[in-house]
């Protein structure tokens, strides 16, 4: 794979320790596997609203309603959750589905940064939910 005629170029491992350095620092990606995922987003109110609609981009509403607050999906908008829903657990849900559930993977449909930007978006819900009440 990296051999020019059976050799392997200098040139060809600086550029594939590049690429490992780079998939190692990608935004809200943990360097060690047994790392929290951490959203780049957190807090950004700008994000917050291109998450708003990314999420009706995303086909989320139909199970989930237009503003998260549930329909046929739970109410993503609250924290009376089955799981913990931490951003990790978020991005994971988003990105691989939940097995045995409706919940299918966006992986394919959203970047990670898109994701992330949902995921603000129901952060943001969730903490003028809780400052409502």
Known sequence: MFSSRG???PRKLVFLALQIVFALLAPGRPLFADEELRNPFA???QA???GHELFRKAGCFP???PEAEGGTG???TDDVWRFKPTDDMLFRTITKGR???RMTSFRDKLSDEEVWKIIEFLRDKNRTRNRSQ
Do not use: F, Q, V
């Open 99 to 101: 097995t045995g559930t």
């Open 74 to 76: 739970p109410d993503l």
């Open 43 to 45: 807090s950004d109110a």
């Open 7 to 9: 050799r392997t170029t």
């Open 48 to 50: 917050a609203l291109e």
């Open 63 to 65: 199970c989930h309603g």
